[in-house]
């Protein structure tokens, strides 16, 4: 057994202990098994790498909380709740349209985004109160957000893991819009009809309906300015590159936010934001604190073992070895995921159609945001919906995901075919 | 599996931890703000001029992207060639090589502009999660020299945030978001971008204001890459790089040749063939220390590049190179890239020996596999 097998097991040991038995937090567990892994190898305690391993999701940090406090400001100006009455009374009749039309909703920012949080901040926010009404349960509605969400994430235009990969290999991101489209809109669609419509009580639909219909409205046609500058703000760049400035995700929220604090019923905004940022600290602190751990594993040559670990599956167990590791990689990172293994595995299926390998590795990984310690997907959705326990979340989207590593895997053993008749 | 929220500690643990923060971020800064000091690099007896990149591009005066740029002229009819270290930091072979010839090379006939760090941004920091120091350290002959590993991109501190996709300006063509800070995908460049993009602009400009004839752009790639120990030519450089490519074989160095794909966008060999004259040509050596394989991370992997973990991706046919106990150590890696330039130049010399470029002052690769790289410094 060498020296980073070993480490490896140390690491997991003194995660699961920190967790379970001294009762610290995800996230400094995550912090305390960083700092021990390089004293254990004999490397010291490598304070630069350390906090610059934490700026490895500064970002995604910062579209969180800037999302969550757009968030608490359209929910504290009436606009979430208007909508949420406009939806249901317009679609409420059919819950299958329902259903269908809200799974796209869901999807929308991931897909122009790449990011699956945005969706579950941005659409999941405006749907969850919908889902609930139509009688679901609350981990399935934290279900059908997250797995919409994902589906978001790797939904053209934007597919970050494909470009990731592409980036590693030479391949630039030219004609994969179709066949993501092809993948990601049936199989989100029918992942939600799975979960919810069984859930769907027509009754208690009907009942909301009605209350809804006799609720007054929140305000004027003007209280959707934040919806809309959100959606500019975040379309606008995609369609019109050449002279629409991207402002990001960080200052879109928080402009959208600031034309809320404009329009609709006041509030107080002081307590809103503070009660955002609260919420979702603790899930940037995770997300810190994975950025920390994956530097060590990096720094100590755990990462590479793990990677040569995956590499050294026999070819023929190559595609179960990709269909295990690529999401359980996907626990630490999906984009880390995509850039550690999905580059080696994408340059180990050389032979095959490249967009369809692509296309399959990032549906794969994708799957990696139910996985912990990290479990972004799920973890943001029982945040946002006020379910204690993710874990049930992602019992519910697992046999979803695992249909869709399997359809993964069908897309790698039949690439070619699968190219020349799309023509791809 | 609980979220944290029921889990956030109370006040006087908050402002600890806050405390303990405020703390290591002190004893970090110095470290981190040293990054921005340029490696010191000596003038060497062919410096005839040492002029800054924005001299072509006013545009990145007293910025971060504003980097040296070292003249080398023959004083004879010849010329000239443009010789590109430290588009990526984290490929060491480039930026040493580059500071090589600045340090040793003695002109013979025509020009030579060399930029050693030429995205003077991306030495002042490390790239998130991978582990890599900051420093490493070549025994030289005038004593220890300390030259900064830097990251593959600009840092961020320059320019940020990444959109979530990076569109190449002048072909639409998308990439990763965090490609928008990568100079070698930023090609031509525009005079109103991106920090990158003007950069790549100031590069281009000077190409262009100075006739260039030939300009090499130095990289290094993981074993496991495709296109790696060879040299990628743009269409009109092909026959000058396939005369290089055969006489290094002569030499007993395997090289290979790659045409610049015409559908790849942003990258040097693509883009300053096509917008300018230049021969617009690109090497890459084997460095381990960037590779997704690699194992320990640290100052004897960039230097010996010796690594358990790639003889075992060798074992499993995973690489394209030949990787073998001895490793791939930075003395061939540079040694690699003096033999391909020497061979370049000689080919663009037999073929126009009116605009002949020719140096002399630098070990061949048996040479400098026998003394090492330290007597060079």
């Known amino acids: 057994m060498t020296t980073q097998v070993l480490l490896l097991l140390f690491m997991i040991a003194a995660f699961v202990a920190l967790v379970l038995f001294a009762k610290l937090p995800v996230s400094l567990s995550l912090v305390a098994t960083a700092m021990a892994l390089p004293l254990l190898a004999g490397r010291g305690l490598p304070l630069d790498q350390l906090v610059e391993g934490m700026f490895g999701y500064l970002d995604t940090g910062l579209v969180l909380v800037t999302a969550m406090i757009f968030l608490k400001v359209i929910e504290g100006n009436g606009l979430l709740g208007d909508l949420t009455r406009g939806i249901t009374i317009r679609f409420g009749k059919s819950p299958l349209v329902l259903l269908v039309a809200l799974t796209v909703v869901i999807m929308f920012p991931g897909m122009i985004t790449g990011s699956c949080t945005a969706s579950v901040l941005g659409t999941g926010t405006l749907v969850s109160p919908i889902l609930l009404a139509m009688g679901m349960p609350l981990p399935v509605v934290g279900a059908v957000i997250s797995s919409a969400a994902v589906y978001g994430m790797i939904a053209p235009p934007v597919n970050i893991p494909v470009m990731i990969i592409g980036g590693g290999i030479d391949l630039p991101y030219i004609g994969f819009d179709g066949l993501l489209a092809l993948v990601t809109f049936p199989m989100a669609i029918l992942t939600t009809l799975f979960l919810g419509l069984r859930h769907v009580d027509r009754k208690a639909l009907a009942r909301v309906i009605d209350e809804k219909k006799a609720e007054p409205r929140a305000g004027k046609l003007s209280i959707y300015l934040p919806l809309l500058t959100c959606v500019i703000l975040m379309v606008g760049p995609k369609a019109f590159p050449k002279w629409f400035p991207d402002p990001r995700l960080p200052l879109t929220f928080l402009i959208s936010a600031a034309v809320g604090l404009a329009v609709g019923k006041r509030f107080n905004v002081a307590k809103a934001a503070r009660d955002g940022v609260r919420e979702i600290l603790p899930v940037v602190g995770i997300l810190f604190g994975v950025g920390m751990l994956i530097e060590m594993m990096t720094l100590t040559g755990i990462r590479g073992t793990i990677v040569i670990g995956a590499l050294s599956i026999p070819p023929a167990f190559m595609l179960l070895g990709i269909a295990l590791i690529l999401p359980l990689f996907g626990g630490i990172s999906v984009y880390g995921g995509a850039s550690v293994l999905g580059v080696p595995f994408a340059l180990a299926l050389l032979g095959q159609n490249q967009i369809v390998v692509l296309s399959a590795l990032s549906l794969i990984g994708a799957m990696g945001s139910y996985m912990p310690p990290v479990a972004l997907t799920p973890v943001v959705a029982a945040q946002l919906i006020g379910e204690p326990k993710y874990g049930r979340i992602i019992k519910l989207a697992l046999a979803p995901a695992v249909v869709a590593v399997l359809v993964g895997v069908a897309m790698l053993v039949w690439a070619n075919p699968i190219a020349k008749f799309l023509g791809v | ?377």
């Open chain 2, 1 to 377: 599996m609980e979220t944290d929220q029921k889990k956030l500690p109370g006040l006087p643990l908050s402002a600890g931890l806050l405390a303990l923060v405020v703390l290591v971020l002190v004893l970090v800064a110095p470290s981190d703000l040293a990054m921005r000091k340029h490696d010191f690099v000596r003038k060497g007896p062919g410096v005839t001029e040492v002029r800054m990149l924005s001299d072509w591009f006013p545009g990145i005066k007293g910025g971060r992207g504003d980097t040296e740029v070292y003249v080398l002229d023959s004083g004879k009819p010849g010329g000239s060639a443009l010789v590109l270290g430290g588009t990526h930091a984290n490929e060491p072979a480039g930026f040493l090589t580059a500071i090589v010839l600045v340090e040793n090379a003695r002109p013979e006939a025509g020009k030579l502009f060399v930029i050693p760090f030429a995205n003077a941004s991306a030495f002042t920091h490390t790239d998130y999660m991978e582990g890599e120091p900051r420093r490493f350290t070549i025994e030289g002959a005038s004593g220890a020299r300390t030259f900064r590993f830097g990251s593959r991109a600009t840092s961020p501190a320059d320019q940020w945030p990444d959109p979530d996709i990076y569109i190449h300006a002048s072909s639409g063509q998308k990439l990763s978001g965090s490609e928008t800070r990568n100079l070698n995908r930023a090609y031509p460049g525009r005079p109103d971008g991106t920090f990158t993009e003007k950069v790549a602009f100031a590069i281009t400009s000077l190409i262009k204001a100075e006739k260039v004839d030939v300009s090499v752009d130095l990289h290094e790639a993981s074993p496991e890459y495709p296109v790696i120990n060879a040299i990628v030519a743009h269409e009109r450089a092909m026959k000058v790089a396939s005369i290089a490519v055969l006489n290094l074989e002569f030499d007993g160095i395997t090289i290979g040749l790659e045409p610049s794909p015409q559908k790849l966008r942003g990258l040097s060999h693509r883009e300053l063939g096509d917008a300018t004259d230049t021969f617009a040509l690109l090497m890459e050596t084997a460095n381990p220390s960037q590779g997704r394989l690699r194992g320990v991370t640290d100052e004897a992997l960039i230097l010996k590049g010796r690594d358990p973990l790639y003889l075992k991706a060798k074992a499993l046919g995973r690489l394209f190179v030949p990787f073998d106990e001895k490793g791939s150590p930075v003395e061939a890696r540079v040694g690699r890239h003096l033999a391909g330039l020497a061979a370049i130049f000689s080919a663009y010399t037999e073929e126009k020996p009116d605009r002949a470029i020719l140096f002399s002052g630098l070990p061949s690769y048996d040479e400098l596999q026998a003394t090492g790289l330290g007597k060079l410094f």
